[in-house]
C-alpha cells in the first residue's frame, strides 16, 4: 500500500518512489495495480484502506508531524532532482 499511497499522495514518479523505498520501478509498477485491483474486488481491504488513508490525512494535517532527517533529506534531494529534470 506504501507504493500505492506515495504515488496518489505525491508528485513522485514510480522511479523516485522505487528509490525512497529501495524497490525497482517494476516493483512500484506491480504494487499500485495491486492496491488499485483489490480496491475494486475485496470490500474487507477497501474498507480497511480507506480506514487507514482518513488516519494519514489526519496526521498529514497535523502540525507536529515529523520525519528523521536522513529521510528528509533524501526526499528533499528527489524534490530538486525533479524540478531540475522538468
Request: with cysteine; glycine share 2%.
Amino acid at each position: 500500500m506504501l507504493c500505492y499511497f506515495l504515488r496518489k499522495q505525491t508528485e513522485l514518479s514510480l522511479a523516485n518512489i522505487g528509490k525512497i523505498i529501495n524497490r525497482q520501478h517494476c516493483s512500484v509498477v506491480h504494487s499500485v495495480k495491486e492496491v488499485n485491483n483489490l480496491l475494486e474486488t475485496d470490500k474487507a481491504f477497501r474498507k480497511r484502506f480507506e480506514e487507514l488513508n482518513e488516519e494519514i490525512n489526519q496526521v498529514a494535517n497535523s502540525p507536529y508531524i515529523t520525519i528523521p532527517k536522513s529521510e528528509y533529506e533524501e526526499l528533499k534531494r528527489l524534490a530538486e532532482n525533479k524540478k531540475e529534470a522538468d
